[in-house]
């Protein structure tokens, strides 16, 4: 399994950039980390490592194939529990995130539902929440199997930081080969589920992982929060059973990962030595 990156390590800094100081580091894959639909300011300027869904996705194989890093997947990070409105992440952007990977043989789009925002969201009945998060989704998984990509779902929100919701909106979607999941250790553990449990569950459905460890002083906010963003820790020193993951996915034929840690190089070095020694 190839161990890759996400695209955030400098702070207000290009793609480009992101780029160079991963092929330092070593890495050779890593996440197209942000996107947006159409223009962005601090994109266009080189302070936000965000590609847009308009570009020419050949022009952005380019320019990963220059500092010799592979794109892994497109992150499609969705509001699918908030309601339809143009002003948010959702079903348009994820079909053109479908369209952009597959021009270039990406195969994995990553999306979520995210935690609900407006009150609108807060207020759906766990059956509604499963039922608003499966149509909007149901175009572009449809989508996603015609052009021969993969929409994996990531635990970041209340319907996919669990397992029975992931099971939920599977089985409402009729199962389809064109959906699966992106394991996400921290946020999974995080948001109450236990991300060993998630991986055996999943184990024929997990084609991405995420792969991040939490220190202790998370344990309080278990089961209230869903997703943290990053860890700034290296894999092994937390209170996730990063190992256990491992055992059960390692034999698995999933190509690539991805370190979600933000720090200096070291817990990255360390990170990839740990799952090495874990079978990675």
């Known amino acids: 399994m190839n161990i890759g990156l996400f695209l955030l390590i400098e702070p207000f800094a290009s793609v480009d950039v992101q780029l160079t100081r991963a092929k330092e580091m070593g890495f ?46 497109v992150c499609a990070h969705a509001g699918l529990l908030e309601p339809s409105n143009p002003g948010i992440y959702g079903t348009a952007e994820i079909m053109k995130a479908v369209q952009f990977a597959a021009a270039i043989g990406i195969k994995d789009v990553v999306t979520t539902d995210t935690d609900p925002r407006s009150e609108w969201a807060k207020c759906l009945s766990y059956e509604e929440q499963v039922f608003v998060m499966a149509e909007k989704l149901h175009t572009p998984v449809k989508m996603a199997a015609d052009y021969g990509v993969r929409i994996l779902l990531e635990p970041h929100g209340p319907i996919t930081d669990s397992i029975k919701g992931l099971q939920d909106v599977f089985a409402r979607l009729g199962n389809p080969n064109a959906l699966g999941v992106n394991l996400d250790t921290g946020n999974s553990w995080l948001g109450g589920a236990d991300p060993v449990e998630m991986a055996r569950v999943f184990k024929d459905k997990i084609h991405h992982i995420h792969w991040k460890d939490l220190d202790a002083e998370w344990e309080p906010k278990r089961g ?57």
């Open 28 to 73: 050779t894959c890593a996440d197209i980390t942000d996107t947006n639909a159409g223009g962005s300011m601090l994109g266009t300027a080189g302070f936000s490592p965000t590609i847009s869904l308009d570009e020419n996705p050949f022009e952005v194989k380019r320019m990963f194939e220059r500092h010799g890093i592979t794109p892994s997947t």
């Open 224 to 280: 209230t929060m869903y997703g943290c963003g990053f860890s700034t820790i290296a894999l092994g020193d937390g209170v996730i059973d990063i190992k256990g993951v491992c055992d059960v996915l390692k034999d698995c034929n999933i190509e690539s990962s991805t370190l979600e840690i933000i720090g200096e190089a070291d817990i990255y070095e360390r990170s990839v030595k740990y799952l090495r020694e874990c079978g990675i």
